[in-house]
């Protein structure tokens, strides 16, 4: 079966670093865009990235933009967020999320925290 | 950028009773890229519904999603015990390609 599984959470200081990973298994990872969503504490879903199967298409939301990096190994079959310059507002549950057909978020992992915090 | 309003916020209803849930866009869809998801504190999402009206894998024939244009609705037919959550529509588009919406909070009663 589908999983996803996110890893690299915590806590870090504001202008700080975190590489979020995501290990993808149960399917054919080289053939599905992946996207990362993101819920801070009491607000609803936001999706920071997105990235096609080549790795050739990818997009930001604008709150990250020139921050963020997405990537993805198909090799080892895992996603990652490289993330820079950390804020506070960057607080959130991340999960990675496979892309179905219709741009629908048909697969999602369990989510990992990050905390930006002095 | 298009903007989903869902209402109500909070639903309170009580087991085996209807549900239904209202998502409103702010310009015209495109009904095959319009999905509903289901969210519990702690857990991932879950996928509902995609395309306005087709159900994911596995999800009972209990929830249904209809609509078209601007005004889109997930209706429960009958309420069990597991289905209260949260729950989110989402649009795939143009700038931002994903917007989802706020929330509709199902309570129980």
């Known amino acids: 079966q589908v999983q996803l599984v996110e890893s690299g959470g915590g806590l870090v200081k504001p202008g700080g670093s975190l590489r979020l990973s995501c290990a993808a298994s149960g399917f054919t990872f080289s053939d599905y865009y992946m996207s990362w969503i993101r819920q801070a504490p009491g607000k609803g879903l936001e999706c920071v990235s997105y990235i096609s199967t080549s790795g050739t298409t990818i997009h930001y939301a604008d709150s990250v933009k020139g921050r963020f990096t997405i990537s993805r190994d198909n090799a080892k079959n895992s996603l990652y967020l490289q993330m820079n310059n950390l804020r506070a507002e960057d607080t959130a549950v991340y999960y990675c999320a496979r892309v179905g057909g219709r741009w629908e978020l048909e697969h999602w992992g369990q989510g990992t925290l990050v905390t930006v915090s002095s | 950028e298009i903007v989903l309003t869902q209402s109500p916020g909070t639903l309170s209803l009580s087991p085996g009773e209807r549900a239904t849930l209202s998502c409103r866009a702010s310009?015209?869809?495109?009904?095959?890229?319009l999905a509903w998801y289901q969210h519990k504190p702690g857990q991932a999402p879950r996928l509902l519904i995609y395309?306005?009206?087709s159900r994911a894998t596995g999800i009972p024939d209990r929830f249904s999603g209809s609509g078209s244009g601007t005004d889109f609705t997930l209706t429960i037919s009958r309420l069990e015990p597991e289905d209260f959550a949260v729950y989110y529509c989402q649009q795939y588009g143009s700038s931002p390609p994903y917007t989802f919406g706020q929330g509709t909070k199902l309570e129980i009663k």
């Open positions: 310009q015209s869809v495109s009904s095959s890229y």
């Open positions: 395309g306005a009206s």
